[in-house]
């Protein structure tokens, strides 16, 4: 009954093993969650049946292929066909981890000790101290596939290096103890120095096991800190570029309000017949009409300043710019966030239409409520030059690297608003549709 269970909760572990490098290197799909613990009760029930059954080892490891790849197909991101062939090569990554673990876990055994294996085997407590440190050689495998080719690396390449090779030095040192106490037993005498050994070999298997998944947590626990302290920078920035708009958008609102005081004192001196003072003082105002001459005025001082500078912008490098904008009632979020939101959108255009040498530099901004929703949307024209990360998710619009954080902050916000948000990345052109519920107000 006891194996049974060691068994089980052999298969339990490798499961959890499994599932982990499936949600790293493919990801979860949307809303299923709730389908990880049937998965990893699924990959942990089968191979214990089949083991405790004794199952031919082909097909044993037929029926497990066939297992990991309904689990990847079911439970894990596989839509579309670039991600279900990748689904497809990481759900038989498990069965070449088996098959490494296994030989090397043999491997050191017949190379340290004279022995037949048969012989070692034979011991009560033999095939447990194998089976744990076969298990760490899994753990090790798993955690080397999940971080390997990293672009943003959770630990610092070196000190991954290093922990890889520690724990390999460690695996072959407690190996080679567990060895040696097994040969040990065969005698009287060293029986007591074996047993002390094999306690030994224990703590250590555990100490390289509980380090294994202590820099794991670490490097989680690094890149969160990482992104509060990017989103403390962002929203720094985001309230001094909200300011910076406010008071810009009161200059222009100024600037409208004096239009009428203007033109009669051009009439005045027109009257007057003063043509030189006039001259002069229409080429005063000319600066600030040609630069205020496109701009949006919807009423919303957030919405105009946002809008309105990327406009002047857009106007500078002779890009197109074309605006629909019809706005609710009240703003679906805080006033600094959306017009980080637009900020974020319209300068990805703005970027993207700068790097042309086109005359197809334009750019398209729309946004009017629909069906209890505040609809966004940008086109712009594109080089079609994008970055996506390990899971086909766009990361930036640049290749030059430190991008991709507009894009993040996009998403982030519209979702943090209970919105969805899609990026379309085509070959001569990139857009954006976000959907944010509007509040209801009472009446």
Request: proline share 3%; with cysteine; net charge neutral.
């Amino acid at each position: 009954m006891v194996s049974y269970l060691w068994e089980v909760f052999v298969c339990f572990l490798e499961a959890v093993f499994y599932g982990y490098l499936f949600y790293k290197r493919i990801g979860l799909g949307r809303n299923r969650e709730k389908r990880v613990l049937i998965s990893i009760l699924v990959m942990t029930a089968l191979p214990s049946f089949l083991t405790i059954f004794n199952v031919a080892l082909f097909l044993k490891m037929t029926l497990m292929l066939v297992v990991y790849i309904l689990v990847v197909l079911w439970t894990f991101d596989s839509r579309g066909k670039v991600k279900r062939f990748k689904a497809l090569f990481w759900a038989a990554t498990p069965l070449a981890i088996v098959t490494v673990a296994d030989y090397v876990t043999y491997s050191i055994t017949l190379a340290i000790t004279d022995q037949p294996l048969e012989e070692l085997l034979s011991y009560s407590s033999a095939p447990m101290q194998f089976t744990l440190i076969y298990i760490l050689l899994v753990g090790l495998i798993v955690w080397l596939l999940t971080h390997l080719g990293e672009r943003d690396p959770e630990v610092p390449l070196p000190i991954g290096i290093i922990l890889f090779v520690f724990v390999c030095i460690g695996i072959f040192a407690v190996e080679s103890m567990i060895d040696i106490a097994l040969v040990l037993q065969l005698s009287e005498s060293t029986k007591r120095h074996a047993q002390i050994l094999m306690l030994l070999g224990y703590c250590i298997l555990f100490l390289l096991f509980a380090l294994l998944i202590a820099f794991e947590y670490l490097g989680i626990v690094l890149r969160r800190n990482r992104e509060l302290v990017q989103q403390r920078q962002l929203a720094e920035i985001e309230e001094q570029q909200y300011q910076f708009m406010v008071s810009t958008a009161e200059s222009l609102a100024e600037w409208k309000h004096d239009y009428k005081g203007q033109l009669r004192l051009m009439s005045a001196l027109i009257a007057e017949e003063n043509y030189a003072e006039l001259k002069q003082y229409i080429a005063g105002v000319d600066a600030g009409v040609s630069e205020s001459a496109s701009l949006v005025f919807t009423g919303n001082r957030t919405v105009d300043a946002a809008v309105s500078l990327r406009i002047m912008d857009a106007r500078r490098h002779q890009i197109s710019f074309e605006t629909k904008i019809y706005l609710p009632d009240t703003l679906p979020i805080h006033k600094v966030a959306f017009s980080s939101l637009i900020g974020n959108i319209l300068d990805n255009a703005i970027e993207a239409c700068v790097k042309l040498d086109t005359e197809e530099k334009k750019i398209y901004f729309e946004m009017k409520p629909w069906k209890k929703m505040l609809y966004i949307f940008c086109s712009n024209a594109s080089d079609g030059n994008y970055v996506k990360g390990e899971q086909d998710v766009l990361l930036s619009t640049k290749k030059t690297p430190g991008h991709g954080i507009g894009l993040r902050r996009i998403r982030q916000i519209v979702e943090e608003a209970g919105g969805t948000c899609q990026f379309s990345p085509e070959t001569n052109q990139f857009s954006v549709h976000a959907m944010i519920p509007l509040k209801e107000t009472v009446s």
